[in-house]
Nanobody, 124 residues
Framework: QVQLVESGGGLVQAGGSLRLSCAAS????????MGWFRQAPGKEREFVAAISASGGNTDYADSVKGRFTISRENVKNTVRLQMNSLTPEDTAVYYC?????????????????WGQGTQVTVSS
């Protein structure tokens, strides 16, 4: 089992930045690819970003490319999502997830472990 706890969400004005963190505990974190997903009210959960187990490969949704950066620090069992140039369309609950695959993967079904989510609200 891997337990994931997100933090760093909040309310920010359009154009602002937030950094989300996800702390992992339980089984060793290192072999897992990590991802961030989000779900806005009335919408399905969607892929945001992923990082391979080694941290050497990343993948992003087109809607966040150039604005969001995913990173991981395996020594601290932590993955982060730096979000810049936020827009109201980024408002959602953001979830951290862990996949037993070592490579990046975008499908929610490929992730076995999920955090509880953290709310991000961007005001116009």
């Amino acid at each position: 089992q891997v337990q994931l706890v997100e933090s760093g969400g909040g309310l920010v004005q359009a154009g602002g930045s937030l950094r989300l963190s996800c702390a992992a505990s339980g089984r060793t974190f290192i072999p897992y690819a990590m991802g961030w997903f989000r779900q806005a009210p009335g919408k399905e959960r969607e892929f945001v970003a992923a990082i391979s187990a080694s941290g050497g490969n990343t993948d992003y949704a087109d809607s966040v490319k150039g604005r969001f950066t995913i990173s991981r620090e395996n020594v601290k069992n932590t993955v982060r999502l730096q979000m810049n140039s936020l827009t109201p369309e980024d408002t959602a609950v953001y979830y951290c997830a862990a996949s037993p695959r070592p490579y990046t993967t975008v499908g929610a079904s490929t992730y076995d472990y999920w955090g509880q989510g953290t709310q991000v609200t961007v005001s116009s």
